[in-house]
């Protein structure tokens, strides 16, 4: 195969998966109203967007929701990781094949499953059914971070920790815990994308009671074009950006 | 097993873990199987009798014609998916490795920003002012702006350009492993390309491709707000439909029973997959 053809392929399809990105990008500094012509320079969607008491809110609900699901899920996933790795017990292949099915199945059908559980329990809608979503869909993606921590570690040196006699708990908290924080930093940061830029789950277990961004955001494109969208989706790509980069950094250093 | 003053820790763990899933993933998943074989019902969604009313309403022509529609457009998506993908990862796999890196982040980008944002961006594309049309007509290729936006185009476009990486991935994950020596074996074996080709790269590939169409063949079918934001009324996801009967029709037992349709076709394709997997595994390779 000649060398240049493959490269103007790549170089080809990463063009067509950039261009509507960097549209976006360059639209929201447009000062045109109409949203389809260029009509000079202008941060006033940012402005417009800022000025948006509930837009502002949304944000806020939102950053505050994923970082809440991040976390949570963080703990969670890295228990379970732990006791699929170390432990032996009944129904390990069940576990297994639960994380296997969240991770797999399409997104909606996980969302109503929730949907007819939060309603049949009575739980009304809000943060915290949207806690429990996230940290849900979230949780596999952690487990799998920290297990393949896990997998490269020299089982050695947690049997040294009980031989010395420390306790399965402190044994987790001084040797376990340091060996998997990058995979715990890196899931972290995951957790936290994937919670905020989820539209499909959260459209099904959300209430009026707590308003996120991106359902914010869907009620606004539907009805024609709304150019403080072009300028959300900027910050929002730079955020997702910057934590994409983080986490990379995170477990390239790690591996060093 | 290990001494007693271990066992809290591990028992705490095992609790916590078995308690969500088992409330948060088995329990809802039971209760969407229940819901499909009940009687709708206006107050508390469900009730008794049981029965398979439900599933008799997925064969309505009306919603089998929007079923079959949706299949028809996921599978457009898979395809050229495949079309643009297989190429792609063959060629990604061929780039020097420190520079593969760097492409794969490049490639993943996108798939973290936010999908519903860059569903918007196209919208700003293919509109009838949008820019791909200002961009033709400048040009003199046509005269009249073309209806882009609203069709059933603009729907398996919206999809491919969410889904394509996750066909990417795994293929390129299958390319990564593809031997080199393999290839070499099947040349001085007397094979040419096309053969090469079709009797070592494609069967070696399969579990990749197998793995690409699940990821792209099903959200295919869910992703319900692409149609909503670039495929107007007619254009129709089997995830609108789900989402319809749940949330403005109040019909549970029909939303649930085409969504374990869903599912059972996301069984389907990860029994196949296993099954490809297990094929080349048997050969030794």
């Given at each position: 195969m000649s060398r240049w053809l493959p490269r103007t392929y790549l170089t080809l399809i990463y063009l067509l998966l950039y261009v509507p990105i960097l549209v976006l990008v360059v639209f929201s500094f447009n000062?045109?109203?109409?949203?389809?012509?260029?009509?000079g320079l202008s941060l006033r969607w940012y402005e417009a967007l800022f000025n948006n008491r509930a837009m502002v809110q949304a944000m806020w609900n939102s950053l505050w929701l994923a970082l809440s699901a991040a976390t949570v899920s963080t703990i969670i996933g890295a228990l379970t990781a732990l006791a699929l790795h170390r432990y032996r017990f009944r129904g390990k292949k069940v576990l297994n094949g639960m994380l296997f099915i969240v991770m797999m199945s399409p997104e909606i059908v996980l969302a109503i499953s929730l949907l007819a559980l939060f309603l049949l329990v009575g739980l009304q809608l809000g943060y915290v059914s949207l806690l429990l979503a996230h940290v849900t869909f979230c949780l596999p993606f952690v487990v799998i971070t920290v297990m393949a921590r896990l997998s490269g570690f020299d089982e050695r040196l947690p049997e040294a920790a009980r031989d010395l006699g420390a306790s399965d708990f402190t044994m987790t908290r001084t040797v376990l815990i340091p060996v998997i924080m990058p995979a715990l930093l890196a899931g972290w940061l995951l957790g936290f994308t994937l919670s905020l830029d989820d539209v499909v789950v959260s459209t099904f277990v959300s209430g009026p009671s707590y308003e996120i961004l991106p359902l914010r955001i869907y009620s606004m494109v539907r009805v024609g074009l709304k150019p403080e969208v072009n300028a959300l989706g900027t910050l929002l790509l730079v955020f997702s950006l910057v934590m994409l980069m983080l986490s990379q950094w995170i477990l390239l250093r790690s591996k060093r | 097993m290990r001494s007693a003053r271990q066992q809290p820790f591990r028992t705490a763990v095992l609790i916590l873990v078995w308690g969500w899933l088992l409330f948060l993933v088995f329990t809802p998943n039971l209760l969407v199987v229940g819901a499909s074989v009940m009687t709708r019902d206006p107050g508390t969604f469900i009730s008794l009798p049981l029965n398979l009313d439900a599933y008799r309403q997925l064969l309505n022509p009306l919603y089998l014609e929007v079923f079959l529609h949706s299949l028809y457009m996921a599978a457009m998506t898979t395809l050229i998916c495949l079309l643009i993908g297989y190429p792609f990862a063959w060629s990604l796999s061929k780039v020097a490795r420190q520079h593969q890196v760097l492409l794969i982040f490049l490639l993943i980008v996108p798939f973290w920003t936010n999908s519903l944002v860059r569903t918007y961006a196209l919208k700003l594309i293919l509109a009838t002012n949008g820019l791909l049309n200002s961009a033709l007509m400048s040009l003199g290729l046509i005269e009249e702006p073309l209806?882009?936006?609203?069709?059933e185009g603009a729907v398996i476009i919206g999809l491919v350009y969410l889904l394509l990486p996750f066909m990417i991935l795994p293929l390129y994950a299958v390319f990564d492993d593809l031997r080199d020596d393999l290839l070499r074996a099947s040349h001085d074996l007397g094979a040419g390309r096309f053969s090469t080709f079709i009797h070592v790269i494609v069967p070696l590939t399969l579990p990749g491709v197998l793995a690409g169409v699940m990821l792209v063949l099903l959200p295919a079918m869910g992703l319900f707000f692409v149609p909503d934001i670039l495929g107007g009324s007619r254009n129709l996801l089997v995830g609108n439909v789900i989402k319809n009967q749940f949330l403005d029709a109040r019909n549970w037992p029909f939303g649930a029973a085409a969504s374990i349709v869903l599912t059972l076709a996301m069984a389907f394709l990860m029994f196949a997959h296993r099954l490809s997997k297990r094929r080349i595994g048997e050969e030794g390779v």
């Amino acid at each position: 195969m000649s060398r240049w053809l493959p490269r103007t392929y790549l170089t080809l399809i990463y063009l067509l998966l950039y261009v509507p990105i960097l549209v976006l990008v360059v639209f929201s500094f447009n000062d045109s109203r109409t949203g389809y012509e260029w009509g000079g320079l202008s941060l006033r969607w940012y402005e417009a967007l800022f000025n948006n008491r509930a837009m502002v809110q949304a944000m806020w609900n939102s950053l505050w929701l994923a970082l809440s699901a991040a976390t949570v899920s963080t703990i969670i996933g890295a228990l379970t990781a732990l006791a699929l790795h170390r432990y032996r017990f009944r129904g390990k292949k069940v576990l297994n094949g639960m994380l296997f099915i969240v991770m797999m199945s399409p997104e909606i059908v996980l969302a109503i499953s929730l949907l007819a559980l939060f309603l049949l329990v009575g739980l009304q809608l809000g943060y915290v059914s949207l806690l429990l979503a996230h940290v849900t869909f979230c949780l596999p993606f952690v487990v799998i971070t920290v297990m393949a921590r896990l997998s490269g570690f020299d089982e050695r040196l947690p049997e040294a920790a009980r031989d010395l006699g420390a306790s399965d708990f402190t044994m987790t908290r001084t040797v376990l815990i340091p060996v998997i924080m990058p995979a715990l930093l890196a899931g972290w940061l995951l957790g936290f994308t994937l919670s905020l830029d989820d539209v499909v789950v959260s459209t099904f277990v959300s209430g009026p009671s707590y308003e996120i961004l991106p359902l914010r955001i869907y009620s606004m494109v539907r009805v024609g074009l709304k150019p403080e969208v072009n300028a959300l989706g900027t910050l929002l790509l730079v955020f997702s950006l910057v934590m994409l980069m983080l986490s990379q950094w995170i477990l390239l250093r790690s591996k060093r | 097993m290990r001494s007693a003053r271990q066992q809290p820790f591990r028992t705490a763990v095992l609790i916590l873990v078995w308690g969500w899933l088992l409330f948060l993933v088995f329990t809802p998943n039971l209760l969407v199987v229940g819901a499909s074989v009940m009687t709708r019902d206006p107050g508390t969604f469900i009730s008794l009798p049981l029965n398979l009313d439900a599933y008799r309403q997925l064969l309505n022509p009306l919603y089998l014609e929007v079923f079959l529609h949706s299949l028809y457009m996921a599978a457009m998506t898979t395809l050229i998916c495949l079309l643009i993908g297989y190429p792609f990862a063959w060629s990604l796999s061929k780039v020097a490795r420190q520079h593969q890196v760097l492409l794969i982040f490049l490639l993943i980008v996108p798939f973290w920003t936010n999908s519903l944002v860059r569903t918007y961006a196209l919208k700003l594309i293919l509109a009838t002012n949008g820019l791909l049309n200002s961009a033709l007509m400048s040009l003199g290729l046509i005269e009249e702006p073309l209806q882009m936006l609203y069709t059933e185009g603009a729907v398996i476009i919206g999809l491919v350009y969410l889904l394509l990486p996750f066909m990417i991935l795994p293929l390129y994950a299958v390319f990564d492993d593809l031997r080199d020596d393999l290839l070499r074996a099947s040349h001085d074996l007397g094979a040419g390309r096309f053969s090469t080709f079709i009797h070592v790269i494609v069967p070696l590939t399969l579990p990749g491709v197998l793995a690409g169409v699940m990821l792209v063949l099903l959200p295919a079918m869910g992703l319900f707000f692409v149609p909503d934001i670039l495929g107007g009324s007619r254009n129709l996801l089997v995830g609108n439909v789900i989402k319809n009967q749940f949330l403005d029709a109040r019909n549970w037992p029909f939303g649930a029973a085409a969504s374990i349709v869903l599912t059972l076709a996301m069984a389907f394709l990860m029994f196949a997959h296993r099954l490809s997997k297990r094929r080349i595994g048997e050969e030794g390779v």
